[in-house]
Structures are given as structure tokens and as C-alpha cells.
Nanobody, 123 residues
Framework: QVQLVESGGGLVQAGGSLRLSCAASGRTFSRYTVGWFRQAPGKEREFVSVISWIGGTDYADSLKGRFTISRDNIKNTVYLEINSLKPEDTAVYYC?????????????????WGQGTQVTVSS
């Protein structure tokens, strides 16, 4: 069982940066793949980034270059750094964990989800 808690969201101006955190409980968290997804108002949840338990990463094609995912297995935390924020980045950002291997972009393959953290970017 894994419990996830996101933090770090907020209101920022376009061009700014944020670092989101996903803190996890569970002694085996280091063996989980962790993904970040986001959902904007009126839109479907979309894949943002993923990091495997050995540190392999993947990003949504449209977001490469501005988003950086990392993990600290000692702190049981995965981070998502977002630079050059744009108004279209406004969304609720969720982290999710999967015990399956690989770096899935599919939300249905994740077993555990956090409650989300709101990111609002003003123009």
C-alpha cells in the first residue's frame, strides 16, 4: 500500500517556476514507478512525466525541455520542476505510483494516486 501527497502548487506568473513534490509512504516506494499527470478544467487528465524505480524518465512530447522529474528514494519523494510556466500549464497536478516495470504514459496502469495540487499560471 502506498499513499501519495502532492504539494508545491500555487499561483505564479507566466515565465516563473515551480517545484512540485510527491511524498509517499511505504517502505518499498523506491521500487515504484511514479508518474505525474495533470487535468485542466474541462479537459481530460493527461500524462506529463514518469520516472521508473531505477531513474529512467519520460516526458510528454509537448512538454520536453520545461519539465524535469527526479526522485529521492531516501526521502520517499518524487519532484516535478516546471520552468517557463505558461497559462496553459494551469491544471491540477497529480502524482501516481505503479509497481509495474517500465515508464507507462497510461493513467490506467497506475495503482495509487494523490489528491492533486493546483497550479495556476497568470498571464
Amino acid at each position: 500500500q502506498v499513499q501519495l501527497v502532492e504539494s508545491g502548487g500555487g499561483l505564479v506568473q507566466a515565465g516563473g517556476s515551480l517545484r512540485l513534490s510527491c511524498a509517499a509512504s511505504g517502505r518499498t516506494f523506491s521500487r515504484y514507478t511514479v508518474g505525474w499527470f495533470r487535468q485542466a478544467p474541462g479537459k481530460e487528465r493527461e500524462f506529463v512525466s514518469v520516472i521508473s524505480w531505477i531513474g529512467g524518465t519520460d516526458y510528454a512530447d509537448s512538454l520536453k525541455g520545461r519539465f524535469t522529474i527526479s526522485r529521492d528514494n531516501i526521502k520517499n519523494t518524487v519532484y516535478l520542476e516546471i520552468n517557463s510556466l505558461k497559462p496553459e500549464d494551469t491544471a491540477v497536478y497529480y502524482c501516481a505510483a505503479s509497481y509495474a516495470s517500465g515508464r507507462s504514459r497510461l493513467s490506467g496502469e497506475y495503482d495509487y494516486w494523490g489528491q492533486g495540487t493546483q497550479v495556476t499560471v497568470s498571464s
